[in-house]
């Protein structure tokens, strides 16, 4: 019963997958719809899996990685050093042997999570962060939708998820939101809203829980403790285990200098004060509103 861990990009899957990784002692793998380590990356992308063809292919590809038959270095960025390149064949045919696989994240599958429960009988850790934390974070990785490029990712989104027959019953009433949305900022913000009103629908279906970074940003202890409890562990708390993360995830973790009384007259607002305008944030707000969306109120 592999644990998947599942958000929206820059949304903290990195830091979580990190923190079961150390608390369970297995290897949370990085990304296998990745095209580092996928061929079909680019059909998978925002998909659902319900065409047969699709759904045997992903299939194929996760029994394998899951299976350790793949050894793709990829699958270990967060447990090695960069860059990957760089480190010793030896020591990652090491790793692969030595170490146990209790699952990955993705950031690209949030509406893979019927397929997951149903083919995988996974345990699904749904991560979600503020938009506008989560936007000001991907204005700081300049790169990070160099996977495809933006633009064309906003094409896989329309047509996969804004345009689907599957998604229409619920996405429709939001039609004249999506029109309105012309810069990138705004489409991102788009994406983040259709994504988490589909993932919690679904979750809700399910009867499972939505785990929000800033619990584990506020109270770690006590919301790694939660999600322990939720994926049927319970274990003793290092701090290493919370606030030592990777070294990948040591570089990108927060990005935050502040300290904690600069957190607390601030609130979430630290995340993107000094990155997104006024008039961004507003933008952002009226769209996760205008879909309906009550999680977080406007900063």
């Known amino acids: 019963m592999p ?6 990009g820059r949304s903290g899957s990195t830091w979580i997958s990190d923190i079961l990784s150390k608390t ?4 949370i793998l990085f990304e296998p719809l990745h095209p580092e380590t996928c061929s079909f990356a680019a059909e998978i992308c925002y998909a659902d899996a319900t065409d047969p063809r699709q759904s045997e292919q992903l299939g194929q590809l996760l029994d394998r990685i899951l299976a350790k038959q793949d050894h793709n270095r990829w699958l270990l960025r967060n447990h090695l050093f960069s860059p990957l390149e760089a480190v010793s064949p030896t020591f990652v045919e090491t790793v692969w042997r030595e170490c146990e696989v209790i699952g990955f994240k993705e950031i ?3 509406f893979l999570i019927d397929w997951f429960l149903d083919h995988l009988d996974a345990q699904i850790v749904y991560i979600v962060r503020h938009p506008c934390a989560v936007i000001a974070s991907l204005r700081r990785r300049i790169n990070f939708w160099n996977e495809f490029g933006f633009e064309r990712h906003w094409q896989f989104f329309r047509q996969r998820v804004l345009e689907n027959p599957r998604y229409r019953s619920t996405l429709a009433a939001y039609d004249a939101v999506v029109a309105r949305a012309r810069s990138q900022t705004e489409r991102e913000a788009i994406m983040w809203a259709a994504s988490h009103k589909l993932a919690a629908q679904t979750l809700a279906r399910r009867g499972l829980p ?3 970074y800033e ?3 506020e109270t770690p202890f006590q919301a790694t403790r939660r999600l322990l409890r939720y994926l049927g562990h319970e274990a003793n708390l290092h701090p290493a285990h919370i606030f030592v993360p990777s070294m990948t995830t040591l570089r990108t973790v927060h990005g935050l200098t502040a300290s904690e009384n600069d957190y607390a007259a601030r609130g979430l607002a630290l ?3 000094d990155i997104l305008t006024p008039d961004e944030v507003r933008s952002i707000m009226d769209i996760v509103r205008g879909f309906d969306i009550d999680d977080y ?3």
């Open 210 to 212: 939505i785990f929000y």
């Open 297 to 299: 109120p406007s900063p």
């Open 108 to 110: 690209r599958a949030n």
């Open 24 to 27: 369970l002692g297995g290897l």
């Open 215 to 217: 619990h584990f940003y």
């Open 3 to 8: 644990i998947i861990i599942l958000s929206f």
């Open 271 to 273: 995340f993107w004060q």
